[in-house]
């Protein structure tokens, strides 16, 4: 199973972004898909996750201003962020327990900055 993550950059305080990570290969069953962020000199924490049924979990840090949601169809999990802010500058990492295995993405870099 390979995961491709896309949809970060460089945006503004208060700015929107969307990020997209697409499950492929040899993949029978996908359970939780979710998001995990990592900022310099912090550890890994857990963002945002979405079950198969749609059920959602979020961070209080990104409550009400962060959505996750997913296609089944396509393998993918999609993470729409408003109203950032500074202290959302991390390495965003998507996360899918597919098959029983928990797979990570590469990474994609989220800055938010004036």
């Known amino acids: 199973v390979q995961l491709q993550a896309s949809g970060g950059g460089l945006v503004q305080p208060g700015g929107s972004l969307r990020l997209s990570c697409a499950a492929s290969g040899s993949i029978f069953s996908i359970n939780v898909m979710g998001w995990y962020r990592q900022a310099p000199g912090k550890q890994r924490e857990l963002v945002a996750g979405i079950t198969s049924g749609g059920s959602t979990n979020y961070a209080d840090s990104v409550k009400g201003r962060f959505t996750a949601s997913r296609d089944n169809a396509k393998n993918t999990v999609y993470l729409q962020m408003n109203s950032l802010r500074p202290e959302d500058t991390a390495v965003y990492y998507c996360?899918?327990?597919?098959?029983?295995?928990?797979?990570w993405g590469q990474g994609t870099q989220v800055t938010v900055s004036s």
């Open positions: 996360r899918v327990v597919a098959n029983v295995y928990v797979y």
